[in-house]
């Protein structure tokens, strides 16, 4: 063998690059082109037990190569014929599946060979067009949902959350509602989702529109008659103990019946909470009075300070209906706000009269859920870690704070 050698180069043929740019060819070649790609796709549709898979895959092999060179029209055939075949080569449909969106789309709508994977993957070397399209398909898991979140693109989170059959993840929900803030449509749409949870909705409603705010409240204000029942034999134990566990004297207060504050009010130098406020619409709302009726009232000043300074002012007939204060003083806060009472036209305003029929729907101990909530979710978190990530615009991890770091961070960071 000595002296015996072969040049590679020489001897076989130089290889073209792969791409999707269609080869010009004449039209009996294409017509040619064509036939064999059908051929090629009725081999691969031949069912299960008449084809190997080994068969089935090879047809796939060579059939992808001559895709790569294949004009669109024959591409589009194609996706068109493999999209309803469970069997189909998955190398091929994610080819075409980010291939152009009019061919793209019939295997992005209705593939189901394509696997979680292949669609994550595909969400992500795609343009927006294509992960709508993927928003729209049914049985979405939570990890696809995912990576299509991750871009934030408007009218792919709104397919999604319009699409009953997409599975939400906690990561895809608190991400969309951190966005919501700024982006009203976000919020109609979450609350109609069985995913979100009280936490979530009752956070939303300090940044959602007057609408949108009926919804939250009629979804989320419950009664806690079970959770009442089931832990009222807690109540004189931790007594007791002097109420010395902090996070078990924060959990029993979200829970316990009574709203007002008997020894806030025995320390204030008012009589009541009515007093207090006859005060407020007197001298006008001070820092000091705010304080004295949230603590009356039974929430933190934090708590009663969002709601005082909430501009639609919804808040304030929570405030009111869960103590149990009288319509009037919803009237009478208004006032020490120096809000507006009355139209031009002599009317009580548009926003008083919102505020006062939020008033009249709810009931006392649905409101004492909301208000007690927005006390635990706004105020139970707020150690030193969790106000540096609010003076920085950062929202905490869940898994390392707990969900009323979240809400306090989202809330009290917002500026709308």
């Not at 073209?16 to 036939?35: C, F, H």
């Not at 069997?87 to 295997?107: F, M, S």
């Not at 019946?257 to 006008?284: C, K, V």
């Not at 029929?357 to 105020?379: F, G, H, M, P």
Request: aromatic share 6%.
């Amino acid at each position: 063998m000595a002296g015996l050698s072969i040049d590679i180069k020489s001897d076989l043929p130089e290889l073209a690059p792969l791409t999707l740019t269609p080869t010009v060819v004449g039209d009996d070649e294409n017509a040619t082109r064509r036939q064999l790609a059908k051929r090629l796709a009725d081999v691969i549709c031949i069912p299960a037990s008449q084809l190997t898979p080994q068969e089935r895959h090879m047809a796939g092999d060579v059939l992808v190569e001559l895709l790569r060179s294949a004009d669109a029209g024959l591409r589009q055939s194609v996706a068109k014929r493999l999209v309803m075949l469970n069997e189909a080569p998955r190398t091929i449909l994610v080819i075409l599946a980010k291939d152009e969106i009019q061919i793209a789309r019939y295997v992005l709508e209705e593939s189901r060979s394509l696997t979680d994977s292949d669609l994550i993957q595909i969400a992500r070397k795609v343009s927006a067009g294509h992960r709508a399209v993927i928003a729209k398909r049914r049985k979405i898991s939570d990890a696809v949902v995912d990576a299509l979140v991750e871009f934030l693109e408007e009218d792919v989170v709104e397919a999604l959350l319009k699409n009953k059959e997409a599975h939400f993840s906690e990561t895809a929900i608190q991400r969309i509602l951190t966005v919501s803030r700024s982006h009203q449509p976000y919020v109609g749409l979450l609350v109609k989702r069985d995913e979100l949870r009280p936490s979530h909705g009752l956070t939303m409603f300090w940044w959602a529109n007057t609408e949108n705010r009926k919804k939250i409240l009629h979804r989320f204000a419950v009664t806690r008659n079970v959770l009442q029942e089931s832990c009222s034999d807690l109540f004189p134990k931790a007594a007791e103990d002097g109420w010395s566990d902090a996070g078990v004297r924060k959990a029993l207060q979200f829970i316990e019946r009574r709203q007002r504050n008997r020894a806030a009010i025995q320390r204030s130098d008012y009589e009541g909470l009515e007093e207090a406020i006859n005060a407020a619409e007197t001298n006008g709302l001070s820092r000091k009075l705010t304080e004295e009726i949230s603590y009356m009232a039974g929430i933190k000043p934090a708590t009663g300070a969002q709601i005082m300074t909430d501009k639609g002012g919804e808040g304030i007939a929570i405030l009111c209906k869960a103590p149990g204060l009288k319509r009037e003083y919803i009237e009478k806060i208004w006032r020490s706000l120096k809000r507006p009472i009355h139209d031009l036209d002599g009317t009580m305003h548009p926003t008083l009269k919102r505020v006062m029929e939020t008033y009249d729907r709810i009931s006392t101990d649905k409101a004492q859920t909301v208000l007690r909530y927005w006390n635990w979710s706004l105020t139970a978190s707020l150690n030193a870690d969790v106000l540096r990530y609010i003076k920085n615009g950062v929202i905490p991890r869940e898994e390392e704070f707990g969900a009323a770091a979240i809400t306090a961070a989202l809330v009290f960071s917002h500026r709308g």
